[in-house]
């Protein structure tokens, strides 16, 4: 069956950080952009970053930029967030989808994952 399967969550400390993984099964994410996204507890889920599928180019949230890093392995069928230098409001539950267009938006055909929690905390 198709899925996506993000993993890599955990505790960690302000300032540690965490690598997520977004791993296809039953398709190739070759041709698929995929963007990461977090929702917390009583907030809306918001776009944290994506990565496109032809040249890899990449973007980020104002939040998030500079700490976070994403990458592809299309070998691995993997997309990966490198999270540095976390902050207790980086703590949510992280998604990851494909997502379309240079603004990196979910669709009603997208796939998406269940999600990793990543809790940041002292």
């Known amino acids: 069956q198709v899925q996506l399967a993000e993993s890599g969550g955990g505790l960690v400390q302000p300032g540690g950080s965490l690598r997520l993984s977004c791993t296809a099964s039953?398709?190739?994410?070759?041709?698929?952009?995929i963007g990461w996204f977090r929702q917390a507890p009583g907030k809306e889920r918001e776009g944290v970053s994506c990565?496109?599928?032809?040249?890899?180019?990449?973007s980020y949230a104002a939040s998030v930029k500079g700490r976070f890093t994403i990458s592809r392995d299309n070998a691995k069928n993997t997309v990966y967030l490198q999270m540095n230098s976390l902050k207790p409001e980086d703590t949510a539950v992280y998604y990851c989808?494909?997502?379309?267009?240079?603004?990196?938006?979910?669709?009603?055909?997208?796939?998406w994952g269940q999600g990793t929690q990543v809790t940041v905390s002292s």
């Open positions: 039953g398709f190739t994410l070759d041709y698929y952009a």
């Open positions: 989808a494909t997502v379309v267009g240079r603004l990196c938006v979910p669709t009603p055909r997208s796939h």
């Open positions: 990565i496109s599928s032809s040249r890899g180019s990449t």
